[in-house]
């Protein structure tokens, strides 16, 4: 099983926009509405932001929001924050009953 | 609060068995698959391993099966993840997680370390 493709690192300025991306196949990402993604700060345990590609957990902030189209899967933060620095992990649900991860992705806020 | 707690880590040798618990609390244990995931150091998230609430369903990434067996003792609120043949690739940090497809509750991570 190969890990979902996701950009190294991600930067922008406080206040922008950005996305992260996160490819897979029709296997999981393009073959399932359950793609999640989840925050991890230095040294901390990952925090789920998003899950089923567009929901929000309770008490995430609605700068995160999530999309799909086919065989990628998006991850936008708005209004970017200095707290929002940290690594960035999408998964999928496979065809085969397991969950693959992305291979994260760093976000700087410069 | 929800809470997962690992333990269990440590350095073993190459070949060496080592068994991680989980113990779980502030949610209804037995309603829930449950899950393990590593993290290598300076590396991303793998998953590992997860079963089904009642046992009967358990899945494994290809480099760990024949190797670790996941099982659960929901009267004890407890996941387990027994680790044989080990090898310098299952060096990492495990994760405890609530659920299967969302895995909505980490736990803080065990450390094994697996090195002569």
């Known amino acids: 099983q190969s890990a979902l493709t996701q950009p190294a690192s991600v930067s922008g300025s406080p206040g922008q926009s950005i996305a992260i991306s996160c490819t897979g196949t029709?296997?999981?990402?393009?073959?399932?509405?359950?793609v999640c993604w989840h925050q991890q700060h230095p040294g901390k345990a990952p925090k789920l932001i998003i899950s089923?590609?567009?929901n929000r957990p309770s008490g995430v902030s609605d700068r995160f929001s999530g999309s799909k189209s086919g065989n990628t899967a998006s991850l936008t933060i708005s209004g970017l924050q200095a707290e929002d620095e940290a690594d960035y992990y999408c998964?999928?649900?496979?065809?085969?009953?397991?969950?693959?991860f992305g291979t994260g992705t760093k976000v700087t806020v410069l | 609060e929800v809470q997962l707690v690992e333990s269990g880590g440590g350095l073993v040798q190459p070949g060496g068995s080592l068994r991680l618990t989980c113990a779980a609390s502030?949610?209804?244990?037995?309603?829930?698959?449950m899950s393990w995931v590593r993290q290598a150091p300076g590396k991303g998230l793998e998953w590992v391993a997860s079963?089904?609430?009642?046992?009967?369903?358990?899945n494994y990434v290809d480099s760990v099966k024949g190797r670790f067996t996941i099982s659960r003792d929901n009267a004890r609120n407890s996941l387990s993840l027994q680790m044989n043949s080990l090898r310098a690739e299952d060096t990492a940090l495990y994760y405890c997680?609530?659920?299967?497809?969302?895995?909505?509750?980490w736990g803080q991570g065990t450390t094994v370390t697996v090195s002569s």
């Open positions: 997680a609530k659920g299967k497809r969302i895995l909505d509750v």
């Open positions: 502030g949610f209804t244990f037995s309603g829930y698959w």
């Open positions: 079963i089904k609430q009642d046992g009967g369903e358990k």
């Open positions: 029709s296997s999981d990402v393009g073959g399932y509405n359950y």
């Open positions: 089923d590609v567009n």
């Open positions: 998964s999928s649900y496979t065809g085969s009953s397991t969950l693959v």
